[in-house]
């Protein structure tokens, strides 16, 4: 986690982290393919904020860092079996997911707009395109689970993804375009840090 996070952040990065470790572990364990891939998927983007930073000189506010994980988090421990026990679990991650996608989105359109004067996203485009960005994204993934459960069926394994068929799509669909919508009015302070140095690295990578 960056430098700027507090010792309970940490803390709680920490458990979360662990936690995923232990269900790397219970996939291992129980032969599980798809607990395991989406374990060791969980825990490879704990620690990508730490990279960027490194690597890339992109700084994350903590609180970034936390959000990030906590999505992951809550995947991860669902594919142990949460998923099939608690009817909201899959809306509460989807709604999740959907607030770092749009993150993503509004973080990089918003570097571009500071760092160009060849281009100008005014708020109501930026409010269209954050909507309109996520919603793309939800569903290539929902095509993606489509595939991914009918390739794991006809070769007799346990899916990677978890697929419940058309209404479960369409809600999904919907708790996305709710995430994007929590980005786009609440959660667009904490990605200031980001912005800017996204923006001071397209500035040096144009010099």
């Excluded at 991914?148 to 669909?173: C, F, K, M, S, W």
């Excluded at 708790?175 to 009015?185: E, P, S």
Aim: avoid cysteine.
């Amino acid at each position: 986690m960056g430098d700027g996070g507090n010792t309970h952040e940490r803390f709680l990065f920490r458990a979360m982290q662990l936690a995923i470790i232990s269900v790397v572990i219970t996939g291992l364990a129980t032969r599980n393919v798809g607990v395991l891939v989406n374990g060791v998927f969980a825990l490879g983007v704990t620690v990508l904020p730490a990279l960027l930073e490194r690597d890339f000189r992109i700084s994350l506010d903590p609180m970034l860092t936390l959000w990030i994980t906590a999505a992951v988090f809550l995947h991860a421990i669902g594919m142990v079996g949460l998923y099939e026990v608690v009817w909201w679990w899959d809306h509460l991650t989807h709604l999740l997911s959907a607030t770092i996608v749009a993150g993503v989105g509004y973080a990089t359109a918003r570097a571009l707009d500071e760092h160009s004067d060849a281009v100008a996203f005014p708020p109501r485009f930026m409010f269209i395109y954050i909507l309109l960005f996520t919603l793309a994204f939800g569903v290539v993934w929902e095509v993606l689970e489509f595939a991914a459960h009918g390739v794991a069926r006809h070769i007799g394994v346990e899916p990677v993804l978890i697929q419940y068929g058309l209404n479960d799509t369409v809600t999904d669909l919907i708790f996305d375009v709710t995430g994007a919508l929590l980005v786009a009015v609440f959660g667009t302070g904490v990605l200031s840090r980001t912005i800017e140095t996204l923006a001071t690295r397209l500035s040096g990578s144009t010099e």
